[in-house]
């Protein structure tokens, strides 16, 4: 027996079990998340079920469960089955999603002409095609002779819909900036107790602006009259009739009637969607594509802020510092950092970057915007810099590592060539180092973008209503809000109104996270594999 | 034990012979010296390295240091570019010229006198860079930036330190993918590229086989028509093939200095007979 533990097997069986079980979990995790989050977008069946108070239903089966129940024949207790459905039409039903108990159903079917709408309010629509009528007036009746029209007329309406958010958002927005513009400069000119002549000058900018604004909002008023000039009569399951404009609707298909590859094509289409689109409904609905496009740029901001600045602090630690208790305790606390809570980083971002800094910025440069706080309230920068504070510890241990190993004999080959200490640093050291400090601001970078907490208190938002970088001078508002993936994930997990259709948002939302994750990853190590190449090839 | 108390004799015994020879110095006269060394010490904090060395290097012949490990042969040669004041704790007493220059007047560029006095490692330690920036390297720190005269000083280098034709057609690639006797060479050709006048190598040949070797060898008695050549050795036999004259160090002070050829066969001393005889060290 002794020498059953002394050859070391079991050792060797304990590890690689260790291992496995790690591994297993990692995969597991990733399963979870890829099998709940890349369904949500396969268009599903719709399904009808006749009930035995005769009653209809028609949905998307979402689940099925075994509960405990009391069975409707025998009036004992035995396990039985229940379904759980997406009904959808919550301006008519009030509820998306309705259980029904398995021995209620009588008989179920799949209609062919079921349709699904996803709408621009009110979620999911499921039903039947009654007749379509522009301008009061019916153009045609029935599933079969309304179908082609239906869904031509849509990709009409989707392209005034852009018109709209064109003109409404990013002209009349640009216009209602100008006009602030300018009021901020009367009001700072004021408070400098300038002339009268140049406020009037500004003053006739404004109006001009103005006029600008109203022509806009004219043209935007007709196209809000074509918007709902045609309009879409259904039928929902229990016989209810809802009139709605084409115009809301954003996509109709009949998921009963599909082809595999119309359904593939959907699905991509709806893929496409969801990372392209802005959130609608209280962000259980659309895409996340302000989420997305903010968790890059404030990583990519952070990663500007992080590398140069580990680095340099590394470079004074291991280069120049002379080696000492100080050095030491210096580097302890420096590997403790790494430690502390983000939260608490956030905690210190607040009364530090906003009210410090921030407040101070406000203070010189947009004195006539307050009381109003420009950076001086949570915005992409700070938070990009907050998570620099948190992961320059990671920077400056990698590169510290990193810098330990080049070989004192390389050094010295520079400096007996007549190279100065600095040159020496910077043509030969760093170079050689470059491998492990982009490992540090990888393992920054990963750190980084699934951070949260400190973020809900520095910046982050659950909707901004512009991205951090626009058209408009000096196109990059770094002092704006912005969203995050990871926030986006608990807020519409949790935070939502409708956590039940917002469920497989959370998982979609997580899934992308990771693929986000993965990918700043990936781009960071094959710079850092090029460099490895160029630097190391195989030496003996 | 035994050892101890024979180098603790041995010791005494050199100290008894240093205290004779103090009152007059007898440097040992060569042609036409490019560094002299008068009366250095050198302290490692309170420890000392380096006593009393008077010394003269002959101009263009290649000298060879010996003697046993820590016997200073290599902070002496480090004295020679000052790289032992990279060693916080080293501390220098007494002159070095060169040319007749003093190269611990204040006033030194340190980096100027580096570029007059290249050196080779123990270990060949090439940049992580390709093959030619490793050469181009001295010129570059220098200001130099024109392609063609950087070209034209790799070829040279490349070629005076013989390595031109197995590399000419991977100048581009990196330096650390050569075999060792490649990499030591590839180290000289970037010390010789900045045109030193002295050239110091340190056991250059420590970590080479025997026909890498003999290549460095061959290099050696090939620069040294250009070149001032100062190589220690641990080797004995490599100092006698490659050099005009050598130095047998003990204990951190000169102990015989002569042609190579009076060393090794007829030496005045009974401590460089037994060291070259083999008898210790």
Same mark, same amino acid.
């Given at each position: ?14 590890? @690689? ?19 709940? @989050? ?48 997406? !009904? ?53 009746? *029935? ?20 018109? !709209? ?7 009349? @927005? ?14 700072? !000119?004021?408070?400098? @107790? ?207 590592? *990193? ?138 | #034990? ?33 560094? &002299? ?9 309170? $420890? ?44 220098? %007493? ?38 030619? &920036? ?31 034709? %197995?590399?000419?057609?991977?100048? $581009? %690639? ?8 490649? #990499? ?10 900045? %045109?030193? &006048?002295?050239?110091? #190598? ?46 047998? #160090? ?10 190579? &050829? ?20």
């Amino acid at each position: 027996m002794n020498k059953f533990w002394k050859n070391g097997d079991p050792f060797v069986w304990l590890t @690689g079990v260790a291992l496995m079980f790690s591994l297993l979990m990692i995969a597991g995790l990733l399963w979870l998340i890829m099998a709940k @989050g890349l369904g949500f977008f396969w268009p599903a069946g719709v399904t009808e079920f006749e009930l035995q108070n005769d009653t209809k239903i028609m949905g998307e089966i979402t689940a099925h469960e075994q509960i405990r129940g009391i069975s409707g024949k025998s009036d004992t207790v035995e396990d039985k089955f229940r379904t759980q459905l997406k !009904i959808g039409n919550r301006d008519l039903f009030g509820l998306d999603f309705r259980w029904i108990d398995d021995d209620q159903i009588v008989s179920q079917s799949e209609p062919k002409y079921a349709v699904v709408m996803e709408r621009r309010e009110w979620g999911n629509f499921y039903g039947f095609i009654k007749e379509i009528t522009k301008n009061g007036a019916v153009i045609c009746q *029935g599933n079969e002779e309304c179908w082609p029209k239906l869904e031509e007329d849509i990709l009409v309406y989707a392209n005034i819909y852009k018109q !709209i958010r064109k003109i409404g958002k990013s002209e009349i @927005g640009g216009i209602n900036r100008e006009i602030e513009n300018y009021r901020l400069k009367i009001r700072g !000119i004021e408070l400098k @107790g300038g002339n009268p002549e140049q406020i009037k000058q500004i003053e006739a900018k404004i109006a001009d602006e103005e006029n600008k604004y109203k022509e806009k909002e004219k043209e935007l008023s007709v196209l809000y009259e074509e918007f709902t000039k045609e309009k879409v009569v259904m039928l929902s399951v229990d016989g209810r009739e809802k009139e709605m404009a084409l115009g809301n609707i954003v996509l109709a298909f009949r998921p009963n009637a599909m082809n595999w590859f119309q359904k593939a094509s959907l699905y991509a289409h709806r893929v496409w969607g969801f990372v392209s689109d802005e959130p609608r409904e209280a962000n259980t609905e659309g895409g996340v594509f302000p989420a997305i496009f903010g968790t890059i740029m404030m990583v990519l901001i952070m990663s500007i802020v992080v590398l140069p600045f580990g680095v340099l602090a590394a470079l004074y630690l291991r280069e120049y510092a002379k080696q000492g208790t100080l050095v030491r305790i210096v580097r302890i606390c420096v590997n403790n950092l790494a430690g502390v809570p983000s939260i608490v980083f956030g905690v210190f971002a607040v009364g530090f970057f906003i009210y410090g800094i921030g407040a101070s910025i406000d203070s010189f440069f947009f004195s006539e915007a307050l009381p109003n706080p420009t950076f001086g309230t949570g915005g992409i920068l700070w938070a990009s810099l907050t998570l620099a504070l948190l992961t320059v510890p990671v920077v400056i241990v990698a590169t510290e590592e *990193g810098l330990a190993a080049v070989s004192q004999e390389i050094r010295h080959g520079s400096l007996a060539l007549g190279a100065t200490k600095f040159e020496t640093t910077w043509k030969i050291v760093i170079p050689s180092a470059m491998p492990a400090i982009l490992t540090g601001l990888i393992l920054a970078i990963a750190r980084a973008t699934g951070e949260v907490a400190p973020l809900m208190i520095t910046g982050v938002v659950k909707l901004a209503p512009q991205l951090p970088v626009d058209g408009y001078f000096p196109y990059v508002h770094l002092e704006r809000k912005f969203m995050h993936l990871g926030f986006h994930i608990y807020d519409v997990g949790f935070q939502s109104p409708n956590v039940e259709a917002a469920k497989p948002m959370v998982f979609t939302t997580a899934l992308l996270l990771i693929l986000i994750v993965i990918a700043l990853n990936l781009t960071a190590i094959v710079i850092r594999n090029r460099l490895k190449k160029k630097y190391t090839t195989s030496a003996v | #034990m035994a050892t101890e108390n024979v180098e603790q004799i041995m010791e005494n015994e050199i100290e008894n012979m240093a205290e004779e020879r103090k009152a007059p110095v007898q440097k040992f006269e060569v042609p036409d010296p490019v560094v &002299e060394v008068n009366d250095l010490n050198l302290y490692y904090d309170t $420890k000392q390295a380096l006593k009393n060395v008077y010394m003269d290097i002959p101009k263009n012949k290649a000298t060879a240091f010996i003697g046993p490990s820590g016997c200073g042969k290599s902070t002496l040669l480090r004295c020679f570019n000052r790289l032992n004041d990279l060693v916080d704790a080293a501390r220098v %007493e007494g002159e070095v010229l060169i040319d007749g220059d003093d190269i611990y007047d204040p006033s030194v560029d340190i980096t100027e006198l580096r570029r007059r006095v290249g050196m080779v490692f123990q270990k060949s330690n090439p940049f992580p860079k390709s093959i030619y &920036e490793n050469v181009a390297y001295g010129a570059r720190i220098s200001g130099e930036n024109r392609t063609s005269v950087l070209d034209e000083i790799v070829e040279k280098s490349l070629k005076g330190a013989a390595l031109w034709d %197995e590399v000419r057609d991977r100048l $581009k %690639e990196s330096a650390l993918g050569m075999s060792g006797g490649q #990499m030591q060479r590839l180290c000289i050709a970037r010390a010789i590229a900045v %045109e030193p &006048e002295v050239l110091l #190598m340190d056991e250059p040949c420590s970590a080479l086989d025997p026909i890498a070797t003999g290549k460095i060898e061959d290099l050696i008695a090939q620069l040294k028509e250009n070149y001032t050549i100062v190589i220690v050795t641990h080797n004995m036999q490599q100092a006698s093939r490659v050099s005009d004259y050598t130095v047998f #160090m003990y204990l951190g002070e000169i102990i015989e200095y002569n042609s190579t &050829e009076t060393i090794f066969l007829n030496p005045t001393n009974k401590q460089t007979e037994d060291y070259v005889s083999g008898k210790f060290g």
